[in-house]
């Protein structure tokens, strides 16, 4: 089945500097790769996703790509704010699964220092 | 409105209880989910719904025994708690298919076994 390995596991940034996790997949069938932002005492929420037939996809500050081939995908946010910090997981979905099972990645916590 | 409402928030319960959570969802998905959340973070699919059928059963004990009176409903029941059981189970839902999107998680059941 599917493997997602994220890293690194804890980030810390100053104010202003971008952040960057990455994470690589298992399974070469995955076409879906969402990014989820989890704050304390909260579910996971949807920041950005990415499907096989895109290298790249950016929403103001945020920012996911994806190369196939290596099977990685990253985020990446730029002029970080204490607001962006929280634990941010990446998942995959596989089409051979038939249905929309999502693996998720081992979280990463973003501290943002002002 | 709620898009993804689980009750309760906060469930203290002795081992050997049986406890139910429950989850509704009201965006229309057809896809409902469980995950468990353990204490480092890791989260794991438990059980998948799709209009009202069971899809996903990952190997979890028989303890465990999800129900889905319709699609906009999907509880969870379980039998002889034990310490293990802690953690914070989150219900999702998802509209499953072609262009199918992210999760959307409710704000989770932490459940303390004592």
Not at chain 1, 30 to 52: A, M, T, V
Not at chain 2, 100 to 109: K, N, P, R, V
Request: charged share 20%.
């Amino acid at each position: 089945g599917e493997n997602v390995e994220q890293h690194p596991s804890t980030l810390s940034v100053q104010e202003g500097d971008s952040a960057v996790i990455k994470c690589t997949y298992s399974d070469s069938a995955s076409n879906y790769f969402p990014w989820y932002k989890q704050e304390l005492g909260k579910g996971p929420q949807l920041i950005i996703d990415i499907r096989s037939n895109v290298g790249e996809k950016k929403d103001q500050r945020i920012a996911v790509t994806l190369n196939k081939t290596a099977k990685h995908f990253s985020l990446h946010i730029t002029e970080t704010q204490p607001e962006d910090s929280a634990v941010y997981f990446c998942a995959a979905s596989s089409r051979n699964t038939g249905f929309q099972k999502l693996v998720f990645g081992t979280g990463t916590r973003l501290l943002v220092s002002p | 409105d709620t898009a993804v409402s689980q009750t309760p928030k906060y469930l203290v319960t002795q081992m050997g209880n049986d406890k139910s959570i429950k989850c509704e969802q009201n965006l229309g998905h057809d896809t409902m989910y469980w995950y468990k959340q353990d204490s480092k973070k890791f989260l794991k699919i438990m059980f998948s719904y799709n209009n009202k059928e069971l899809i996903i059963n990952e190997t979890v004990p028989n303890r465990f025994s999800p129900k889905s009176p319709d699609k906009a409903h999907l509880n969870l029941h379980i039998n002889s708690l034990e310490l293990g059981d802690s953690a914070v189970y989150f219900c999702a839902s998802s509209h499953v298919g072609q262009g199918a999107d992210g999760y959307t998680f409710g704000s989770g059941t932490r459940l303390t076994v004592v």
